[in-house]
């Protein structure tokens, strides 16, 4: 099964099972081992929390009931500790009061006990399938940082004007500059993030604007507001 999901070569995904009961916790474990994925089960949040940290990769599901920390108090824990991590709630207690807590605390969805076996997997399989195309996004969220923080003050501030649509001419009397130092500066912006026009770098800009709005709004990424254009 776990080859049928094409998943990057580099990419290693666990299933992280939070939940007091024994029984459920190796019920679990072998049904997602039975389709090829490593699973890990942890007898409370703090359990997890201690032998966890915010790099893993793949999902967690969590009962919400549990003695200690519950599955929402866990799931805020974790942002807090900065995971960025799918997040299942299973319970036998489900209720609109704590379905719409959960989700608005980032959950990805919240399944009721006992539950298909058919409709965990579902959950798990599109877990890890959005885990990896956010880890993906991520790294290529961090690539464009790196490009955008080799600018100077300066050449920020021309692009700002660029993509509001100025011309050369008008950056170049806004800012009391040559228009040959805005031609210099704008050569050295495209230089910089490695595109060959001002159109290219806009595709580059509209890109990491839609996966920025693609990953959790707490995920601490590229500042993207910065290079809103004028509609």
Known sequence: MINQ???????????????????VRSSIIELIGSMG???IGFASAEDFISKTDNQICGCVLSDLRMLGCNGIELLKLMKSKGYEIPFIILSAYV?????????????????EKPYPE???WDCIITAILLN?????????????QKKEKRLT?????VLKLLLKGCSNKSI??????????????RKSILQKFEVENLIDLTKLITKAQIIQKQLPPWSSMVDTDSFQQDS
């Open 5 to 23: 999901l094409k998943l990057p070569a580099d990419y290693f995904p666990r299933v992280y099972i939070v939940d007091d009961d024994e029984a």
């Open 37 to 39: 994925f490593q699973a």
């Open 95 to 111: 209720d609109v009061t704590n379905t719409v807590a959960a989700m608005s605390e980032g959950a990805l969805t919240v399944l």
């Open 118 to 120: 058919q409709e965990l």
């Open 132 to 144: 990896s195309e956010q880890r993906q996004g991520r790294s290529w969220l961090w690539e464009f």
């Open 153 to 157: 003050q300066a050449e920020s501030e």
């Open 172 to 185: 170049s009397h806004l800012l009391e500059l040559s228009q040959r130092t805005i031609v210099m500066r």
